[in-house]
T-cell receptor
Framework: QKEVEQNSGPLSVPEGAIASLNCTYS??????FFWYRQYSGKSPELIMS????GDKEDGRFTAQLNKASQYVSLLIRDSQPSDSATYLC???????????FGSGTKLNVKP | DVKVTQSSRYLVKRTGEKVFLECVQD?????MFWYRQDPGLGLRLIYF???????EKGDIPEGYSVSREKKERFSLILESTSTNQTSMYLC?????????????FGPGTRLTVL
């Protein structure tokens, strides 16, 4: 079983819609959770972090964490073509800040 | 802004050659990491370091070694390259402390081994 699982997509949404990206993790002791955006040929860029159950909003992005169900999600409101990228979910279990990454979900936002 | 730089963006090597990839961060971070990224396999941790001269194996250390002589530099060494080491190599750094800190990535090095 993988530590972190994501649907590879692609997820296609029209411009202006809400994009919903999901991630599940296997270790119930995981401590912190991150979403990275990666454009083709570029390195991952952090967009959200979340540590406690519930929602965390930052602009058009909302991260949601449910530790009981062991899933993390990222909502992107008013999706723009510039949001088209691969989104990586990362989980930290608390040991030396070692992260476990999902394989990523490719998002396509159609104009 | 945190800045992580890597010595090369693109490298082409022949099988058996030695490769030295260097990563430098300017934010005084304690932790540094080397990953490789391959389609369908995601990011896989090769080695990481939590202090100068300290190193820990990640999930796929075979065929690689690392060196951290100074806090800001973390080097990945491929002693004798093979074609299955063709990949994107990403360096990252993060700070330590009582809370969990995000990792910041360098621009990556795309290595092709012929």
């Amino acid at each position: 079983q993988k530590e972190v699982e994501q649907n590879s997509g692609p997820l296609s949404v029209p411009e202006g819609a809400i994009a919903s990206l999901n991630c599940t993790y296997s270790d119930r002791g995981s401590q912190s959770f991150f979403w990275y955006r990666q454009y083709s040929g570029k390195s991952p860029e952090l967009i959200m972090s979340i540590y406690s159950n519930g929602d965390k909003e930052d602009g058009r992005f909302t991260a949601q964490l449910n530790k009981a169900s062991q899933y993390v999600s990222l909502l992107i409101r008013d999706s723009q073509p510039s949001d088209s990228a691969t989104y990586l979910c990362a989980v930290n279990k608390g040991n030396f800040n070692k992260f476990y990454f999902g394989s990523g979900t490719k998002l396509n936002v159609k104009p | 802004d945190v800045k992580v730089t890597q010595s090369s963006r693109y490298l082409v090597k022949r099988t058996g050659e030695k490769v030295f990839l260097e990563c430098v961060q300017d934010m005084d971070h304690e932790n540094m990491f080397w990953y490789r990224q391959d389609p369908g396999l995601g990011l896989r941790l090769i080695y990481f370091s939590y202090d100068v001269k300290m190193k820990e194996k990640g999930d796929i250390p075979e065929g690689y070694s690392v060196s951290r002589e100074k806090k800001e530099r973390f080097s990945l060494i491929l002693e004798s390259t093979s074609t299955n080491q063709t990949s994107m190599y990403l360096c990252a750094s993060s700070s330590s402390g009582p809370w969990f800190h995000e990792q910041f990535f360098g621009p990556g090095t795309r290595l092709t081994v012929l």
